[in-house]
């Protein structure tokens, strides 16, 4: 399923070495100001480059084929193509023989019975989380008030994460982080019981993103150890403000007024340039595995963007939906 | 949206004062056995009485309205009631005015512009769960393979469950929980690339259950802190069983033959016996607040059914999502 | 599939001869008057008992369950339960067998591999469109503004209905009819491109009514021999008023503020007195059937409360669409 | 909404005068021997160039970005891109100003405040088409068993169709027709009570072709002048074979394995050559209005290969929600 999203529906399409990565959003309301610009900022967060991350370039400038005119959106569906240029065709037909530790090759391999396209991980690729980004790019101007904001606050277990990048980078291995965001501003009352809390729709979307491997609202797992006289948050105004937030934001599903939280756990790349072993399907015998193509030494740098956009995605439609009903939002 | 589901579908209603609580699962395999019987060890299991959880009683007994015929499902929609019998109608018309902390009283209250019914949470109660656990013992009938079975692994932060519980008790106060879910004996090839990996799916409905605030597969957070030369599982047979599950038995957000494995994270039970301080909306003024009514002290003793319940309903939408295009399960 | 809607959402459920009919509303915005006395005329208006309808005869009085809180609807899901009462246990064992001309008895057993539930038609029956009817009534009450009205127009071919209904009866036989219903004071603009245009949403629900076998909007099937300087609609005036109506009020799929006008063909009753002729499944051999029971010589005359049902959930899912999007109906 | 379907899912997108229509499919399952060249035949029908078609040429080459590799479909996604070449620019600000009676130009500028692209109907464009006729040719390679033809039976009253269209074009104006649709070696059993019939899938989608008025299926229209007698079909086989086939090959809903047959009433393009009137929605002064641009005289001479691709997609789509649930087709 590669739709989501009920008024504000994004579908993504492509794969890692394929032609394209694009998305087409649907219901976006006409008249919101959009251009190609408007995604830049977005793109570049979300760019490889730095140190820890994949020497694959792309300049991935975003085609917006459909949707917009004169500078605005028309209500008709956004489609939005990027294109994928450096792509080194190789040899990928032995992957699926003797499938990678951690990927997705064993599994896509049972699911799509040997057809699904090997080639850079195909759409299991984190390069989708181009479509997505861009996704959110138009997601945010749909609520220009939220203050969305995600930082990557540990990475192999330490806070001097560049020190830690340094020692993965050394050792020809890969480290995990741990990314943390926030939405300030937000009105209170968006969520949709019974089935799509914030909490729902956001876990919904950030497992989607590749090497998520756990997720927490406010307190989160501390919460299983705390009493209810120390977890509940005292209302300290009319407008629902608490003295704490270990709610992060939201109470019954639905956000109430305070600042959205939440943290994500980024397992470590999979790739990695040390020997690994694995099965050869084929032969029942066991192989030694060196992994060579490019990857990010810590794939959660380049997190945090895709996780303020599948805020904004959430958010987004969350609010339409509450819209449809009447709702206005107040903040 | 009280809907979830492609194509094994489930929708409810109900209140936790109202006359009946429900589930409707549309799309359910003509040709299932199924009984009223088959409820009630599920149903069972959710209910009170127990130590630590509330004193309201209820018989809970399934009425299956529509979809079986002969014993077995009919491939018609399926609707199950239960009706609820110990309600107190009592006043809860001061509710709205003085939001009780940790409750949806005063986000429901600006989601339904004072339209919602408070009595006992209303829609937004726990006694909800009942319609998923109803739902879950429809959809682990789809799976027979499958075995899945939750339990409560520490309480207040501690592993000594029946001592945490009494202690809150004797404090008038309440206690979180983790709860863990292991899933075995599943087919590699379950999920939907890209937005319905397993963990999308079990996650969006494990924070539709009240009180859940965390979600981790496998590793989980620990995975933020690992390497990969660490995290990664080595594959070992061409089954597709590995040394290690650090993955929790999902690449790529599919199934891989190995135990799924996750934990949730419960809060604390937001009603609790002490005095609390909560704003009055209309005056704006600090009011004391003494919660009566019926509770739970650990909320998280009731909640792992609940959890095998959503872990069954998100497999059996995956599994028949999977049959649709052509994949035949094998274990 | 037994939900249809985007926003407004009903899903149904039921049997002909089972415990319940039921239909759950989900998405109708909080604060919207409501009792059970609102389905009252609509209800009484597809009761069956005058000249040509069956003598089966129910009270079809709804229970809401859920939903409603204060004669207000809560924003919760909105379930409405009709019993059963006047059902014929029966021996139904040989229907599958012997399948009756015109009904779903071999399709049914064809496509639920003989599990369905055969008495009375089961999910099948005409008896389901009780829980069309029901959520016609919520619908109504979102479109305060709006005039729908729907009528026999014939019947057998016959504009003298009476007449044509006697000879049907005299004869043990049944007759067709026409019913055509208009839809005034809608604003210009509902319909959803390019999927959901006004007439997608309204034949998809015409043609889950049983028995209805075409629709045709404004002039129809008579567009088909005009020529296009015929069939253009003059606009006359700024609100878009047209000197002429072949369009039957929508152009490009949208509402166009003039009476949206559509008819719907309605075959004969398939259960007839008079002696048919069918096949044995199991041996192969033909046989002569007489069906016994209860059956409507016209089931036409009993459609157009259910057509301006459905015109209403149509156009209410439209409505709230759109208002997603910030549209605002102007009429 | 611009996606249609449940487990075949297709989303497109793009304007007349943009840079390009696209769809996307989803779900279609992997395996599937699927290159550019299937979609050839089904392209050069849709196709203008004949008598009576618009004279804009686009070589409409499809592009396919994602979801084929090594010539079969992966179950990934699939997007296909067309290339609009021989647009004209020109001056179409006039439009909404004055709009063109039978076009979307009056309702789109309601609906989306303004903000939709005008240029030759935007959104609203027959050339939308282009993407449904590319979403059939995928469908149909998952129905190898069925046989969809559609032709075109009537224009303009006349069945000397030649003569009609050189009338047409003689007077500068436009003609309707009829188009009649038969898919013979269906399964019986395909089609989803409640709301998703096949007819309810079929009209959904037909209505969704710019110009379609009317949907009828079997005896259809004529169905409301019959008696039960008459309409009943035999069934004279186990295999459900029917005498006649009044049914159109639908019983409650469902293939009952006779052909299907249905008619669509298509009315005459709304772009003519002769001068017409309407409102200037500014001044709300009348005026005349001469269309240049280019049009279809008969729009229904290429809408044949469209209804067969609509076909082929609802039936795609059926089968397999149908084999979801253990439904095995057998012909």
Request: glycine share 14%.
């Amino acid at each position: 399923m590669n739709t989501f999203g009920r008024v504000f529906r994004i579908s993504i399409f492509g794969e890692s070495h394929g032609k394209n990565i694009g998305v087409t959003i649907d219901g976006c309301p006409p008249g919101t100001p959009l251009s190609e610009k408007d995604f830049l900022p977005w793109l570049e967060r979300r760019k490889a480059g730095g140190k820890g991350t994949t020497p694959r370039k792309e300049d991935d400038m975003p085609l917006v084929v459909s949707g917009i005119f004169k500078g605005h959106t028309t209500g008709a569906p956004l489609t939005i193509l990027f294109e994928n240029k450096n792509t080194r065709p190789g040899d990928y037909s032995k992957l699926a023989g003797t499938p990678r530790p951690g990927h997705a090759d064993f599994t896509a391999w049972k699911r799509f019975r040997g057809f699904n396209d090997p080639r850079g991980g195909g759409h299991f690729s984190g390069r989708l989380t181009l479509a997505l980004v861009a996704a959110g790019a138009v997601a945010k101007k749909l609520l220009p008030w939220a203050d969305i904001s995600a930082g990557l606050i540990s990475a192999g277990g330490s806070t001097d994460i560049n020190a830690a990048v340094d020692n993965a980078l050394r050792e020809g291995d890969s480290i995990g982080g741990i990314v943390e965001c926030r939405a300030g501003n937000l009105p209170a009352g968006l969520g949709e019981p019974f089935f799509d809390p914030v909490e729902s729709l956001i876990s919904h979307l950030a497992f989607a993103v590749p090497a998520i491997k756990g997720i927490e609202f406010g307190s989160g797992f501390m919460a299983g150890s705390m009493k209810g006289s120390e977890h509940n948050d005292t209302i300290t105004d009319t407008g629902g403000r608490t003295a704490t937030n270990h709610a992060g934001g939201i109470n019954g599903g639905l956000t109430n007024g305070n600042d959205l939280i939440f943290r994500v756990a980024v397992k470590p790349t999979s790739s990695i340039s040390k020997k690994q072993k694995t099965i050869n399907i084929d032969s029942g015998k066991v192989e030694e595995l060196i992994i060579g193509g490019r990857h990010d030494a810590c794939i959660a740098l380049r997190v945090p963007v895709v996780i303020e956009a599948i805020t904004a995605i959430a958010l987004a439609d969350l609010k339409l939906t509450a819209n449809a009903q009447g709702f206005q939002e107040v903040m």
